[in-house]
């Protein structure tokens, strides 16, 4: 199998030959099996306290995770019952209830801070979604909401 690298003006390399590993995607996968799930697919969460966000019929699959919860899972039927179940630890961030949106990021560079939420550029602040920084003077903050006030929150350094 080859690849055709941009720029390579058409030279194709061996998968492989450049000695780079691919990034791992999942922290887990399994194989389980959900008799009562009738998706092809679904998307859920584990909540550290044990609650399932996502179709009740796919506990199973959660359950077969050899991960902590917190996480997120995402779940493929193979045949029949038997799934494959990508999982990744996630963090969990309870904000106020007043934070409107799906989606927020957060980049602060020095004294400089930009909020979007849903895309769109914000002018409030959110001292609990700053805080998910912690003592990092450059960092980005990326939340997607679960369900309510609970959100899943990334943060990396810049």
């Known amino acids: 199998?080859?690849?055709?690298?941009?720029?390579?003006?058409?030279f194709r390399l061996p998968v492989g030959i450049t000695g780079l590993q691919r990034q791992r995607e999942w922290d887990a996968v399994v194989l389980?099996?959900?008799?009562?799930?009738?998706?092809?697919?679904?998307?859920l969460v584990l909540l550290r306290d044990g609650t399932l966000l996502g179709d009740?019929?796919?506990?199973?699959?959660?359950?077969?995770?050899?991960?902590?919860?917190p996480f997120?899972?995402?779940a493929v039927r193979k045949s029949g019952a038997l799934y494959s179940v990508g999982a990744n630890e996630i963090e969990v961030a309870e904000l106020p209830a007043a934070?409107?949106?799906?989606?927020?990021?957060?980049?602060?560079?020095?004294?400089?801070?930009?909020?979007?939420?849903?895309?769109?550029?914000?002018?409030?602040?959110?001292p609990e979604l700053e805080?998910?920084?912690?003592?990092?003077?450059?960092?980005?903050?990326?939340a997607r909401r679960l369900a309510g006030r609970l959100w899943q929150a990334d943060v990396e350094a810049l």
């Open 32 to 43: 389980a099996e959900a008799p009562g799930l009738e998706a092809d697919e679904a998307e």
């Open 72 to 74: 997120s899972a995402y």
């Open 131 to 142: 805080a998910l920084g912690g003592d990092r003077a450059d960092f980005v903050v990326r």
């Open 99 to 126: 934070v409107e949106g799906e989606e927020l990021e957060l980049s602060v560079r020095g004294e400089e801070r930009i909020l979007t939420v849903d895309g769109m550029r914000s002018f409030d602040s959110i």
């Open 56 to 69: 009740p019929a796919a506990e199973p699959l959660v359950r077969a995770v050899p991960l902590e919860s």
């Open 1 to 10: 199998m080859t690849e055709e690298f941009p720029g390579a003006r058409g």
